[in-house]
């Protein structure tokens, strides 16, 4: 689809899939069924697939792994900003839903035609991330994990569905090396101060202090970067962000 212009779905201007073609629900229930494959284990992960100029054979062996993780990706904005900004980082980026995954697959192979050598450190798979972070991901092997604009869940009831809890912060905490960073943002107040209790209140998170957020050059794209938060900006809404380290707890 890439190498014919006359596509309807890929804009003759940019050369890049054209959004309104992978439109989809602006949130997934990540409790019901979905049929998608998942690697039994990492070492089953396809970084041919995922990454063939860097893996062109599925038989080499990974000497590098994936360590960003951006969960529930969105359109990838985020994703792209980082592959440039970390060219020598993989990272991937874990969808629900299947247009949005599909735009996304679209979009980068997009982007590497059209600028050779670039975006071939990054990918995106279609998953339930708040099922399968341990088929994907090793102990100890991601350095940042991304949780930008979530669904909010807003009933009491469908707090379970939320994508920070503190049973699944057990798992990221396990995928997450020590030192290791989640990035947390929202435009909901209430998801904002959960999101930020939850990992207050875990023994193997600590709060960034304010001079690394400083210096941080991730910090400023959590608003930025994304198709949600670049909305937010043009409504003049207010983000509520929490960003935490991974730490040894203490005995």
Same mark, same amino acid.
């Given at each position: 689809?890439?190498?014919?212009?006359?596509?309807?779905?890929?804009?003759?201007?940019? +050369?890049?899939?054209?959004?309104?073609?992978? +439109?989809?629900?602006?949130?997934?229930?990540?409790?019901? *069924?979905?049929?998608?494959?998942?690697?039994?284990?990492?070492?089953?992960?396809?970084?041919?697939?995922?990454?063939?100029?860097?893996?062109?054979?599925?038989?080499?062996?990974?000497?590098?792994?994936?360590?960003?993780?951006?969960?529930?990706?969105?359109?990838?904005?985020?994703?792209?900003?980082?592959?440039?900004?970390?060219?020598?980082?993989?990272?991937?980026?874990?969808?629900?839903? *299947?247009?949005?995954?599909?735009?996304?697959?679209?979009?980068?192979?997009?982007? +590497?035609?059209?600028?050779?050598?670039?975006?071939?450190?990054?990918?995106?798979?279609?998953?339930?991330?708040?099922?399968?972070?341990?088929?994907?991901?090793?102990?100890?092997?991601?350095?940042?994990?991304?949780?930008?604009?979530?669904?909010?869940?807003?009933?009491?009831?469908?707090?379970?569905?939320?994508?920070?809890?503190?049973?699944?912060?057990?798992?990221?905490?396990?995928?997450?090396?020590?030192?290791?960073?989640?990035?947390?943002?929202?435009?909901?107040?209430?998801?904002?101060?959960?999101?930020?209790?939850?990992?207050?209140?875990?023994?193997?998170?600590?709060?960034?202090?304010?001079?690394?957020?400083?210096? *941080?050059?991730?910090?400023?794209?959590?608003?930025?970067?994304?198709?949600?938060?670049?909305?937010?900006?043009?409504?003049?809404?207010?983000?509520?962000?929490?960003?935490?380290?991974?730490?040894?707890?203490?005995?």
């Amino acid at each position: 689809m890439l190498k014919n212009e006359a596509s309807p779905h890929i804009s003759k201007t940019t +050369r890049l899939p054209r959004k309104r073609f992978y +439109r989809a629900r602006a949130h997934s229930n990540p409790l019901s *069924d979905s049929h998608f494959p998942v690697p039994l284990s990492p070492c089953h992960v396809d970084y041919c697939l995922h990454y063939p100029q860097l893996f062109p054979s599925s038989d080499q062996s990974v000497n590098s792994k994936i360590q960003f993780a951006d969960i529930g990706c969105g359109f990838g904005g985020l994703l792209i900003s980082l592959s440039t900004l970390f060219p020598e980082t993989l990272m991937i980026g874990m969808e629900l839903r *299947d247009k949005v995954t599909e735009y996304v697959k679209e979009r980068i192979l997009a982007l +590497r035609v059209e600028n050779p050598g670039q975006y071939q450190n990054v990918s995106v798979v279609r998953t339930n991330s708040m099922k399968y972070i341990p088929n994907y991901f090793e102990k100890g092997q991601l350095s940042k994990m991304f949780f930008l604009f979530p669904d909010p869940h807003f009933k009491e009831k469908n707090h379970r569905r939320r994508v920070i809890s503190p049973h699944l912060l057990d798992e990221y905490a396990y995928a997450l090396c020590i030192g290791g960073i989640i990035y947390t943002i929202t435009d909901v107040e209430e998801l904002g101060e959960w999101m930020k209790a939850c990992l207050e209140g875990h023994p193997m998170f600590e709060a960034v202090r304010d001079e690394e957020l400083e210096a *941080d050059p991730v910090v400023k794209l959590l608003s930025s970067a994304t198709e949600e938060g670049q909305k937010v900006t043009r409504n003049g809404g207010q983000t509520f962000q929490a960003v935490y380290k991974r730490v040894v707890p203490s005995l």
